[in-house]
Each structure stands twice: as structure tokens, then as C-alpha cells.
């Protein structure tokens, strides 16, 4: 491993292929091969991050599983332009001029929240029946991490 070798905790290793992708991603001028054993590292980054974390080996798999889904459904959406993506708890969500790229949005399984005004992503363990919050509330509630597209500049 050369990329995330000093990385200790699974934010530090999420944080660090941040920094990465801005850097060696192909839209970006950068390598397809370098980004491709980025990838690789980075599973297997978290992958060694977990084990060492006190959880069961089926809550080790959840994690891996949990944040290699959530990273292979921004980037089916980050080259979208006028949009911006959220995370915000264990959701994604998507605001901006949407509706030219709701095709998209449905084939990467975002879903409409018309009382947001907004598109999101979660998994099924995270479904939830009818929320009442406004994102607004949402945001305060469990914070928000911006992911900048690649018309905004890409990866935060």
C-alpha cells in the first residue's frame, strides 16, 4: 500500500482519497490506472482500518460494503453539471437544477423527495417512512459534507 499507509482511522482514509481523487482522477488530467489502484487501496485501507476496530466480523463487512456502495453511487452522478451533492448523515442528497438529469438520478436509485425538493440516496438499512424535517433541519441535525462535482471543482 503506498497511497493510505499512515492512515489510522476510517475518516483519515476517507479523507485522504479525497485529496487523491482531486488529484489523479481522469477528468481531472489524471491517470486511469493511477486512480484504478487508488481504488484498490482504498478498499483495502478501510478494509485494514476495520479490522483493527473491535467490530465483528459481519459489522466489518457492513462497513466495507456501506462505504464502497455509497462512494460507487456519487460517482455515477458527480460528472452531472448544476448540481450539488450532500452527504448528510447516512444520506445523500442532491439539490441544485435537477431536473435535466433526473434520468440519471433514477438509474444511480436516487429518489425525489418533492417536499425537499431534492433527490436521495440511502440504503436499505436506512429507509425511512415519510420524514417531516426539512433538509434544513436534516442538515443541522446530523451535519453536511459538501462533494464537489466536477464542474465545481471536484472532490472536496
Known amino acids: 500500500m503506498n497511497y493510505f499507509k499512515d ?3 476510517i475518516e483519515e482514509v476517507k479523507a485522504k482519497y479525497k485529496k487523491l481523487a482531486k488529484e489523479f482522477h481522469p477528468d481531472l488530467g489524471g491517470s486511469t490506472e493511477i486512480m484504478h489502484t487508488i481504488n484498490t487501496e482504498y478498499a ?3 478494509a485494514h482500518v476495520l479490522k483493527g476496530s473491535g467490530l465483528s466480523e459481519d ?3 457492513d462497513q466495507m460494503n456501506f462505504s464502497e456502495q455509497y462512494r460507487e453511487t456519487i460517482e ?4 452531472l453539471p448544476s448540481i450539488l451533492i450532500e452527504v448528510i448523515g447516512f444520506w445523500v442528497w442532491v439539490t441544485g ?3 435535466p438529469e ?3 438520478l433514477k438509474a444511480a436509485r436516487f ?3 418533492s417536499k425537499k425538493c431534492a433527490w436521495y440516496y440511502r440504503s436499505d438499512e436506512y429507509k425511512t417512512r415519510g420524514g417531516k424535517k426539512s433538509l434544513e433541519e436534516i442538515r443541522r441535525k446530523y451535519g453536511s459534507e459538501t462533494i464537489l462535482t ?3 471543482g471536484f472532490l472536496k
Open 7 to 9: 492512515c489510522k482511522t
Open 44 to 46: 483495502f485501507a478501510c
Open 102 to 104: 433526473k434520468n440519471e
Open 97 to 99: 437544477n435537477t431536473r
Open 150 to 152: 466536477k464542474q465545481q
Open 76 to 79: 455515477k452522478i458527480i460528472h
Open 111 to 113: 429518489f425525489f423527495a
Open 59 to 61: 459489522q466489518k463487512n
